[in-house]
């Protein structure tokens, strides 16, 4: 009997993962422009903020900065705290990189924190000094 309970509380709690990650799925998806961002422990300009774009579909992402565009793919695991994401480079500059992300998405707000160093996935939202994390504050845009 303890075996079937625990049995029925993995596959509830894999339930709820999977939900949760479809959701995400769902809800991620648009046209994003970074409100703040921060590299390494230092703010960035406004002045590069408001070159850069983010779009988000089906898996996909396409960012553009001052002109120069870059594609490729991502993930969410949305079963981890803080949720997942890994980001693939496809064309552009970041092309077969690999970059473990974590992100936290609050209505029309999506906040991501990248390793740029590809080394491992943050576990919080800071971008310290001496590292390649970068965290951007994103949000939607409206059409």
């Given at each position: 009997m303890k075996r079937i309970f625990l049995?029925?509380?993995?596959?509830?709690?894999?339930?709820?993962?999977?939900?949760a990650a479809d959701s995400d799925a769902k809800l991620i998806q648009g046209k994003w422009k970074p409100v703040t961002g921060e590299l390494a422990g230092k703010l960035m300009p406004e002045t590069v903020l408001q070159t850069i774009s983010m779009?988000?579909?089906?898996?996909?992402y396409e960012v553009v900065a001052d002109g120069h565009p870059d594609k490729g793919t991502y993930t969410l695991d949305a079963s981890t705290k803080p949720k997942g994401m890994t980001?693939?480079?496809?064309?552009?500059?970041?092309?077969?990189?690999?970059?473990?992300?974590?992100?936290?998405l609050k209505g029309d707000?999506?906040?991501?924190?990248?390793?740029?160093?590809?080394?491992?996935r943050p576990a919080e939202f800071k971008s310290l000094?001496?590292?390649?994390?970068?965290?951007?504050?994103?949000?939607?845009?409206k059409d």
């Open positions: 049995t029925g509380l993995v596959l509830a709690v894999s339930l709820i993962a999977v939900s779009t988000l579909e089906k898996g996909k980001v693939t480079g496809t064309e552009g500059p970041n092309q077969a990189k690999t970059f473990p992300c974590i992100y936290e707000t999506l906040r991501i924190c990248y390793d740029l160093s590809g080394a491992k000094p001496g590292t390649k994390l970068y965290l951007v504050t994103y949000a939607r845009k």
